[in-house]
């Protein structure tokens, strides 16, 4: 059990990295299969300063709750503890996630190593600043993003691979486009206020 020492300490890290996370910003896993996988995503997402986690888990792996999801230790254990300090959700199916996003006007890009949808970019050379509410979908580790996320979707984001390996695990590609997507979002956020309209001056 931790003391209240500790627990004020974390407190205080919570409330020093808050302004640095970045707002609007949702990462969705769909129908993993490995819960090390989910964890090892959920701990990019706290590390990173995404707001939130989604997970489409059809097979109900996962407690619909986000109290008792937190409580897991195979989840708490794979995240490194992660999921005590971020906020996941759960939905049954890839629609009632969509759907879920769209009726918070989310837009929503997919990742793949192939070449997916009706725009496709290069994680370096993509401009991920352009909409104001962002879910980024990362594929299951067997079939990689559903065809009717694609659809969905107004980007296909590709991480390019220039060695003989084509593909690479969830939590590093979500590692690696997360980090690029936020690196973008936060710079973005230090120069300018979301209030209505993109192109008004940050006041500090």
């Known amino acids: 059990m931790e003391s209240p020492v500790q627990k004020s300490s974390k407190r205080q890290r919570a409330d020093l990295v808050k302004p640095y ?9 769909e129908d993993p299969h490995d819960i090390k996988n989910i964890g090892t995503v959920i701990r ?16 109900k792996a996962l407690p619909k709750d986000w109290q ?3 409580t897991r230790s195979s989840l708490s254990g794979t ?17 009632d996630c969509l759907a879920h996003l ?7 890009i997919v990742t793949s190593p192939h070449v997916k949808g009706r725009e496709n970019v290069v994680l370096h050379e993509g401009d991920f ?7 980024v979908w990362f594929g299951s580790e067997s079939r990689g993003i559903s065809d009717l996320v694609v659809k969905r979707s107004v980007l296909c984001v590709n991480i390019p691979m220039l060695g003989m390996i084509e593909s690479l695990n969830l939590g590093t590609t979500s ?3 997360l980090y690029e997507i936020t690196k ?3 710079a973005y956020q230090r120069m300018y206020k979301y209030r209505g309209k993109r192109g008004r001056k940050f006041v500090a």
């Open 21 to 29: 996370q970045c707002k609007n910003l949702i990462a969705v896993i």
């Open 44 to 59: 990019n997402v706290c590390a990173l300063g995404v707001e939130k986690t989604y997970i489409v888990d059809p097979r």
């Open 68 to 70: 008792e999801m937190r």
């Open 79 to 95: 995240s490194a503890s992660a999921i005590k300090w971020s906020f996941v959700k759960r939905f049954d199916s890839s629609e």
């Open 102 to 108: 769209e009726k918070n006007r989310f837009v929503s």
């Open 129 to 135: 600043t352009t909409h104001h509410k962002l879910a």
């Open 175 to 177: 590692g690696i486009v």
């Open 184 to 186: 973008q979002r936060r």
